[in-house]
């Protein structure tokens, strides 16, 4: 069974653009070499963040097993990190599969 952990970030002020090269051309790929990560769908807001939308990206990565013991293992894994990314703020969050909400 799949499972799927979602992160949504923010990029530095002003860096948005050093931001999407370094977390879509390095980070990315350096998740996906890990165990238990399959794919990754990477996302951005349409619009400006702000109010409810506080994140600016997100990237929804496919998980073989559990999402929780994934995101246990990118944590630490050392993964090179970037001041392009605003590390005040993100969300890290393993889901499962609701098929008693499934719709259609």
Do not use: C
């Not at 799949?2 to 992160?7: G, N, Y």
């Not at 530095?12 to 879509?24: H, I, K, L, M, Q």
């Not at 794919?39 to 400006?48: C, I, K, T, V």
């Amino acid at each position: 069974m799949t499972e799927k952990l979602i992160t949504m970030v923010n990029a530095a002020p002003g860096r948005d653009d050093e931001f999407r090269e370094w977390y879509w051309g390095t980070h990315v790929a350096e998740v996906l070499g890990l165990p238990g990560f399959v794919s990754a769908q990477r996302l951005r807001l349409a619009g400006e963040p702000g109010g409810a939308a506080a994140f600016g990206y997100a990237t929804v990565y496919e998980i073989e097993g559990s999402a929780a013991d994934a995101r246990d293992r990118m944590f630490s894994a050392g993964l090179g990190m970037s001041d392009s990314m605003d590390l005040s703020a993100m969300i890290v969050a393993p889901f499962v599969s609701a098929p008693e909400d499934a719709v259609g």
